[in-house]
Nanobody, 124 residues
Framework: VQLQASGGGLAQAGGSLELSCVAS????????MGWFRQAPGKEREFVAA????????YYADSVKGRFTISRGNAKNTVYLQMNSLKPEDTAVYYC??????????????????WGQGTLVTVSS
């Protein structure tokens, strides 16, 4: 599986951005999909994940209520809608895929495939 993330950019605090991640291959609908982020000098951290059919999702406490993960299996795409952005949301955002169906997994090493990352910068 190859993943291509896009949609990053510059936003003001309180603004919104939507990230997209397109996957290659015909098995996208079988994968749990996740978003992670990594700020300069910090470790990669979990943001959100969604089950293979979109029926279950899981969020980091820091983004709960502000970010929404969704997927369109017909388009091999997973999305991350980010609202009420804060300067501390500034990071490179990565999409990732894993075969294991459990959604509430927050450790990066549990994921099998990674996209290249897209930079989100939130100004105050």
């Amino acid at each position: 599986v190859q993943l291509q993330a896009s949609g990053g950019g510059l936003a003001q605090a309180g603004g919104s951005l939507e990230l997209s991640c397109v996957a290659s291959g015909r098995t996208f609908s079988t994968y749990t999909m996740g978003w992670f982020r990594q700020a300069p000098g910090k470790e990669r951290e979990f943001v959100a994940a969604i089950s293979w059919n979109g029926g279950s999702s899981y969020y980091a406490d820091s983004v709960k209520g502000r970010f929404t993960i969704s997927r369109g299996n017909a388009k091999n795409t997973v999305y991350l809608q980010m609202n009420s952005l804060k300067p501390e949301d500034t990071a490179v955002y990565y999409c990732a895929a894993k075969r294991h169906p459990i959604v509430a997994v927050t450790t990066p090493y549990e994921y099998d495939y990674w996209g290249q990352g897209t930079l989100v910068t939130v100004s105050s």
